[in-house]
């Protein structure tokens, strides 16, 4: 026991083990703090590379917008932005800084040009819009053949032209063709390169022959005696004649009379006929016609002795006569047989390039008319 106020001597070997406990307990403080130093200076360094997941992402393409402008001549604009983001290197307080943004435009123009009309290779003709339509002929002539109608704004094909260009023949889209005036249309293209075309050889188109078949009553046929004279008496020849053609009237009222006529220019000759079958004669032409007359009347009805072409109307070619008779008068055509009749006339002086035409009338001696009226007509032109 050690009394209070004592001094206590500790012996040196007590006094080391009472201090080594606290030297002891600091060193792992050093050896953190000294690990923190190495990584904050290997990271500042880049000897220590930066963690991957604290880097920026890659760079972003962004595509903006693709703008058309139309203009007069038609612009395309393309428009592109690429932004990267530029990535920051981490200080040594670790603060990311505020990433930049990187824009390039990329702009692409191309200028589109609109292709110029060409001059069509065939020249095309177009009648006004505003206009009315127009009529293409079979001949470089209003007085041919009407062949078809083109409407106001129609265009049509050129294909033709005529010697005085005046006249193009044209086309249809639907293949029809014809001739119309030059005057008449817009033309397009060069015409110089079209063949000229001479006015058409007219095909004559046979006429249909109208029949007329008239209902007639059968009535009693009355054939008188007449007793001859033995001296010749005027008076009593001529009552002897009006009965004979009175008892011919009376057997030809109960017939059906008709007939077909054919007409053959034989002077002058190879002229052509028109669409009208009329043939084509210059003015002042003499000419001469062979009219074939078939007998076309029921049976037993017979064109007697006399029957002749009487003038009715239009125009008698100067033939100077009103009356034609079978080339043989005394013959008696019977039904199914032909006579002719010779028709020697002139043109007029003046034609005018038109149809000319008169009416015959074909009768008996009684003066019953047979059938239809005969029309006798040419194309005059000069």
Same mark, same amino acid.
């Given at each position: 026991m050690t009394a209070v106020g004592s001094t206590t001597t500790l012996l040196p070997e007590q006094a080391n083990e009472d201090s080594e406990p606290p030297l002891r307990s600091l060193w792992p403080v050093w050896v953190l703090g000294a690990l923190v130093?190495? /990584?904050?200076?290997? /990271? =500042?360094?880049?000897?220590?590379?930066?963690?991957a997941f604290l880097q920026n992402p890659t760079p972003t393409v962004v595509a903006t917008k693709v703008v058309v402008v139309p203009t007069s001549e038609p612009t395309a604009e393309l428009t592109s932005q690429v932004v990267v983001p530029a990535t920051s290197s981490p200080t040594r307080d670790s603060s990311p800084t505020p990433s930049a943004t990187l824009t390039v435009a990329i702009s692409s123009t191309s200028t589109l040009s609109p292709t110029p009309s060409a001059t069509p290779a065939t020249p095309i003709g177009v009648l006004p819009s505003d206009g009315s339509s127009e009529i293409a002929y079979q001949a470089p002539d209003e007085s041919s053949a009407k062949m078809m109608d083109i409407k106001a704004g129609e265009q049509v094909t050129i294909v033709g032209k005529s010697p005085d260009k005046l006249w193009f023949q044209v086309q249809k889209s639907n293949g029809l063709t014809g001739r119309v005036k030059a005057s008449a249309m817009e033309i397009y293209g060069d015409t110089d390169l079209v063949s000229t075309v001479e006015p058409p050889t007219l095909t004559p188109t046979k006429r249909p022959t109208l029949t007329f078949t008239p209902t007639l009553t059968p009535t009693l046929t009355l054939t008188p005696t007449v007793t001859p004279t033995a001296t010749s008496n005027?008076?009593?020849?001529?009552?002897? /004649?009006?009965?004979?053609?009175? =008892?011919? &009237?009376?057997?030809?009222?109960?017939?059906?009379?008709?007939?077909? =006529? &054919?007409?053959? /220019?034989?002077?002058?000759?190879?002229?052509?006929? #028109?669409?009208d079958n009329l043939y084509l004669l210059p003015v &002042?032409?003499?000419?001469?016609?062979?009219?074939?007359?078939?007998?076309?009347?029921?049976? &037993?009805?017979?064109?007697?002795?006399?029957?002749?072409?009487?003038?009715?109307?239009?125009?008698?070619?100067?033939?100077?006569?009103?009356?034609?008779?079978?080339?043989?008068?005394?013959?008696?055509?019977?039904?199914?047989?032909?006579?002719?009749?010779?028709?020697?006339?002139?043109?007029? =002086? $003046?034609?005018? #390039?038109?149809?000319?035409?008169? $009416?015959?009338?074909?009768?008996?001696?009684?003066?019953i008319q047979i059938g239809q009226p005969l029309e006798i007509g040419f194309q005059v032109y000069g």
């Open positions: 130093t190495l /990584l904050v200076v290997g /990271l =500042a360094t880049r000897v220590i590379p930066f963690p005027p008076t009593t020849t001529m009552v002897a /004649l009006t009965q004979t053609a009175k =008892a011919q &009237n009376a057997t030809q009222v109960a017939c059906t009379l008709d007939y077909a =006529a &054919n007409m053959e /220019l034989v002077s002058p000759t190879g002229k052509p006929k #028109n669409s &002042n032409t003499k000419f001469t016609l062979k009219i074939q007359i078939t007998n076309q009347s029921s049976a &037993n009805c017979d064109c007697a002795r006399s029957t002749a072409l009487r003038y009715s109307s239009g125009e008698d070619f100067d033939t100077g006569q009103l009356f034609l008779f079978f080339d043989e008068r005394d013959v008696v055509v019977k039904p199914g047989d032909t006579a002719t009749i010779t028709f020697e006339g002139k043109t007029p =002086a $003046k034609g005018g #390039n038109k149809n000319i035409t008169g $009416k015959w009338i074909l009768q008996t001696p009684g003066r």
